[in-house]
């Protein structure tokens, strides 16, 4: 236990043991049979791991395939994620492509690639800018979504929920037209059967049931449901099924 | 099971005047155990549920221990727990309604110098305890030593996943005249199935007493330092005074 840990690199094809290593690379094919506990995994080139995966960094820009849980601190997807397992990190950056047949719980989601999720996805905060699939709830207490592609989740629950077609805020002039004209010619939108929060503002969202207190809803929306406690706005360009004051 | 009253969510919030925002994060903080979460089609769409009585007591502990504190605190409290290995002190133990000296000794579970136990094996003990009803002596050996293996193996939290539990199984064999008993300890998901022969003793869900375990001792002691300041006002004037 108190030995030196290693670092190890694979750039051609090669296994590594399972164990404990300060730096774990790899660039051509690697494999790393059994548990890996590491400061740091790179995977630029085609890496597996097929035991539990527990790292502080874990960067993925090739393509990475973890057969069991994972565990860190930083992970972040540029390149194809797969795993098979649950994610517990405390921040995910998903730029590439991630599917996590399990749950993903973390403290801070981005997503502007694609993401896949088995389970539930738990956070305190979500944002997404890219496309998402989460087949059970997505939650976290900020839910910050831009739609840019197709978002999907069961259900959709946390204190703030926000969607909107386009940020105004961080793009300005130009560049806001521009993300404007891009977003309309993808079409992206949200998917839900229930979204539930206190504060909620949707654009461009198809929901079944919308439950919460202060309830804005904004343009090109299609709400079967909704039902407030609070106060409810609605958008001439959306329409609601059903609405109750509860 | 389903025999239970149930309450809607709606039901929930407006009875104890808790927010949706509330509810979800108690709910990630893993405060609310996953299988309470009942979904069910209704006339007016897709509605959560709750085992009315365990939520209603739940909430009103999770309300009751916030105190004047902010609830990112407790959490922090909460999860710390589990993150930190925290030692637990003992006498403490004493305070809580699944302590058992006896089965302290009978476990192999030892208070080190400093008088405390880990986690990991209040768990431990919170599960033989409920074990005990109906156990024979070996097998709740046999459930500890299981239990061990298996949390120095995989972790506290990944045993304790929704819906995995401790199961104690029976079966008698006999042939040529003699017969005997074999217990089985199975620790596993939702669905197990298992020969019609083998009679099931006891099941432990492992995540609803892990739930337990940490809310218990989020009540009764902090980490050392944080747990002075965070539930330093706590009901409890005379529950913190052990430092060693």
Same mark, same amino acid.
């Given at each position: 236990m108190s030995e030196e840990k290693k670092s190890v690199s694979v750039s051609g094809a090669g296994v590594i043991a399972g164990g404990s290593y300060s730096r774990v690379s790899i660039s051509g094919a690697g494999k790393i049979s059994g548990d890996l506990y590491a400061e740091e995994l790179r995977m630029s080139g085609a890496g597996r791991v097929n035991g539990h995966c527990e790292v502080v960094h874990l960067i993925v820009s090739g393509t990475g395939k973890f057969e069991k849980a994972v565990i860190a601190d930083e992970m972040k997807v540029s390149g194809v994620a797969k795993v098979e397992g649950p994610v517990k990190v405390k921040e995910l950056k998903c730029s590439g492509t991630f599917r996590a047949s399990e749950g993903i719980s973390s403290e801070y989601v981005k997503v502007s690639g694609q993401l896949h999720v088995g389970g539930d996805l738990e956070s305190e905060i979500f944002r997404a800018s890219g496309g998402f699939d989460v087949r059970g709830l997505l939650t976290a207490d900020r839910i910050e979504i831009h739609p840019g592609g197709r978002c999907r989740a069961r259900e959709i629950g946390g204190a703030k929920i926000d969607v909107r077609r386009y940020s105004s805020r961080e793009h300005a002039g130009l560049l806001n037209s521009l993300m404007r004209a891009l977003s309309s010619a993808w079409g992206g939108e949200v998917e839900a059967e229930l979204i539930e929060g206190d504060e909620i503002y949707l654009e461009n969202t198809k929901a079944d049931v919308v439950r919460g207190k202060q309830i804005h809803i904004g343009p090109n929306c299609e709400i079967g449901l909704i039902e407030y406690s609070e106060s409810l706005t609605v958008h001439d360009d959306s329409e609601v099924g059903k609405q109750s004051k509860i | 099971m389903g025999d239970e009253h149930l309450i809607s969510k709606k039901e929930v919030l407006e009875q104890m005047g808790i927010s949706y925002g509330q509810l979800y994060r108690w709910k990630r903080k893993g +405060?609310?155990?996953?299988? #309470?979460?009942i979904r069910r089609s209704t006339f007016t769409g897709q509605e959560t549920f709750f085992p009315k009585d365990k939520i209603v007591e739940r909430i009103g502990r999770i309300k009751d221990m916030k105190g004047e504190h902010a609830l990112d605190d407790l959490a922090e409290v909460i999860s710390e727990h589990v993150n930190a290995k925290l030692q637990i002190a003992f006498g403490k +133990?004493?305070?809580?309604? #699944?302590?058992d000296e006896e089965l302290i000794r009978f476990s192999g579970i030892s208070e080190n110098e400093r008088g405390t136990l880990s986690l990991r094996d209040a768990l431990r003990l919170a599960v033989l305890k409920k074990l005990r !009803?109906?156990? !024979?002596d070996e097998e709740i050996e046999l459930a500890s030593r299981t239990l061990d293996h298996v949390i120095a193996k995989t972790g506290m939290d990944l045993i304790a996943v929704e819906g995995k539990a401790l199961h104690l199984f029976r079966k008698q064999l006999s042939g040529g005249g003699i017969s005997a008993e074999i217990s089985v300890i199975v620790i596993a998901v939702d669905g197990l199935v298992v020969d019609p022969e083998m009679r099931r003793i006891e099941s432990v869900d492992l995540a609803a007493m892990l739930q337990q375990v940490k809310l218990d001792l989020a009540k009764l002691c902090g980490p050392e330092e944080a747990g002075a300041e965070l539930l330093g006002t706590e009901d409890k004037t005379n529950g913190r005074e052990e430092h060693e």
């Open positions: - | +405060l609310i155990p996953e299988t #309470w979460f +133990l004493k305070q809580v309604g #699944w302590f !009803r109906s156990s !024979r």
